[in-house]
Structure formats: C-alpha cells, structure tokens
C-alpha cells in the first residue's frame, strides 16, 4: 500500500493515466482508431496523426516548462510562431517550379534568428527592467501578431520548395520527421537540465529567487537565456508548422498554441508557482490535450462544446494531480496523506 500511495504522489503518474484512459476510451468506442497502415514506406493512422499534429505543442512546451520552472509565463509563443512561419516563408518563397528566392537554409535560420530575439525581448523586459512575465509576453503577444501580419502583407503566403516540406511532411524509417526533431530538442534540453547543474539552478530560482541570488545563481541572466530558449522552441515550432501547410498565414499561424502548451506543461506536473519541472511530463501533457482533441472531433462534437469537454477533463487531470484533493477522499488510497 506504501508503494502504491508514493506511486500515486508522482507527477507524471496521474497524466499517463489520463493518456491511457483516452486511449482505452478509443480503443472501444472509435472504430479502427489504432488501425496503421504502412503506405509508400510511410506510417499512417490516428495514432500516427496524434504523434504529427502534438509537435509543434510539444515544441513550445519544452521551452515553456523551463519558464514556468522559474515561477514565469510566457503568452506570446503563439505570435512567434506566426512571426517565424512568416519569415521563412517570404524568404523561401518561390515559384510554381519550386525554385525558392533564397535558399531554403538560409530562410530558416532568419527565422529562427527573428524568434531568438523575440525570446530576447521577452528575457530583457522580464530579467532587466522587471516586468511581470505575462505582461512582458504580453505585449509581444499583441505586437507579435502585428509584425507577423506585416511580414506576410497580411496575406496567405504560400511556398513551392518541396525540400522545405520534409520538415513538416516527412517521414523517416516510417515516422514524422517532426517526431524526430522533437525527440532530439527533448533529449538535449533534458541532458542540459539533468545532467549539469542548470536544472538545479532553475528550481532555485523558481522557489526562490532571492535565496538563489545569495547562494551565488545569477538569477536574472539564466531568466534572460529561458526566454531566449523559449523563443528559439517557438521558432522551431513555427517552421514545422509552416511546412506542414506549405503556407504562412501571419493572423491565425500559432494561434491558441500558447494556450495547448501552457496546458500541456501543467498537466504534465510543472506547477505554475515555479520549482520542480518535468519535462517528460509535458511531452505527454501534450499528448493528452492532441489525443483528446482527435476523439472529440472523432465523435462529431462541435467545436464550441468541444471545448468544454477538454476544460471538464483538463479539472480532472489536476485535481487528481493535486494531494490536498486526494486527501478528501484518502479511504479511496487506503491511507490520507501528508500534504506537502
């Protein structure tokens, strides 16, 4: 029973039982939705598409789990998404014969070079004049989706560079490549954070920036690089999901992402008020918030009660997350437990 209760105090246990009840939810009641089929070497099925569509949330969600790690927010990726899809898309551009106007290489590292300093602004405003985080990201989220608009004319831009699609398009040993890039960009934000001392730095100075300033951290130049780190994710994000449509549309690009990812990230056990992160959590936060989204849309719901079904779940994820909600009903646990 001790193992059981400690078990269930995990952070990431009560998210993988949501993803498993979503899945075994599927598993009954939608019709071949575990169904793969291998076409032209490639991998195809819900599952498949769950996988695809949850990257660029994903994406955000690694930067964003490190800024809400130190007690932050940052509402603006949605924009930046939009800003970078639109970047390399006017610089890619090309003709019916996919001939880009500059090379494709080149395009996405402006794009991402646009996103880093977006990332920058939101570190300076937050790390060196002061600002509340979500009015720093804010502003950039308001301003952000006006530069997107400029950069594309406030038009649908659209790309011919079929190299450029692999990003977004792609399938590798019968996997999105997008899975791949994500896979990657996981595995070094967490050999980073776990395997050096910056994660320990972080949480210090997401449970207490002061405390962390004494002990030596330079709290407000690791705030700057998190920003600058969550706006290169965001960077990324809006390159895969510019080459998924082969378009760049600067006022709906990325819109609503903040939100997924900001949702993925707590559900994926990363409290708000800063401290411990779990980046492994978020990945499937993220997963639950596509999985749910696909099942919903599966059954024919209409987006506008859609909605509420994904809050209604969303409450029970954390309140299952939440140890002074288990303890109301600790005889469910066999034992109450110590809140923390």
């Not at 509340?132 to 804010?138: D, F, G, K, R």
């Not at 398009?169 to 896979?183: D, E, F, K, M, T």
């Not at 002074?324 to 066999?334: A, D, V």
């Amino acid at each position: 029973m001790t193992s059981w209760i400690s078990l269930t105090r995990n952070k990431i246990f009560w998210p993988i039982v949501a993803l498993m009840a979503l899945m075994s939810f599927n598993l009954f009641f939608t019709p071949n939705f575990f169904r793969i089929e291998m076409k032209e070497g490639h991998l195809y099925g819900n599952v498949i598409d769950i996988l695809k569509n949850a990257a660029p949330i994903m994406l955000l969600a690694v930067g964003l789990t490190l800024v809400i790690a130190t007690k932050g927010i940052d509402i603006s990726v949605g924009s930046v998404v939009a800003i970078s899809a639109g970047v390399v898309a006017m610089l890619i551009g090309g003709d019916l014969k996919g001939n880009p106007k500059y090379p494709i290489e080149l395009a996405m590292a402006a794009a991402l070079g646009v996103s880093v300093l977006a990332g920058m602004w939101n570190g300076m405003l937050v790390s060196r004049i002061g600002m509340q985080p979500i009015i720093a990201t804010l502003i950039l989220s308001v301003a952000g989706r006006g530069i997107a608009m400029v950069t594309t004319n406030a038009m649908i831009v659209w790309l011919y560079a079929k190299p450029f699609a692999l990003l977004g398009q792609g399938y590798w040993y019968g996997l999105p490549v997008s899975i791949y890039l994500v896979a990657a960009i996981l595995a070094l934000t967490a050999l980073a954070t776990r395997r050096t001392a910056l994660g320990l730095f972080i949480e210090a100075v997401g449970i207490n920036p002061t405390a962390a300033r004494f002990a030596g951290i330079k709290a407000k130049n690791l705030i700057f690089w998190i920003y600058t780190f969550s706006g290169l994710c965001a960077g990324i994000s809006g390159l895969v999901v510019c080459s998924t449509v082969m378009s760049a549309d600067g006022n709906n690009a990325g819109v609503g992402y903040e939100m997924s990812a900001i949702l993925a990230v707590v559900l994926g056990g990363t409290s708000l008020n800063g401290g411990k992160f779990y980046l492994l959590g978020s990945m499937v936060g993220a997963l639950i918030v596509q999985t749910l989204t696909t099942t919903i849309y599966a059954f024919g719901v209409p987006p506008e009660i859609a909605k509420v079904v994904i809050a209604l779940v969303v409450l029970v994820v954390s309140l299952l997350q939440s140890v002074k909600f288990r303890n109301l009903f600790g005889g469910i646990f066999g034992k109450r437990e110590l809140s923390i």
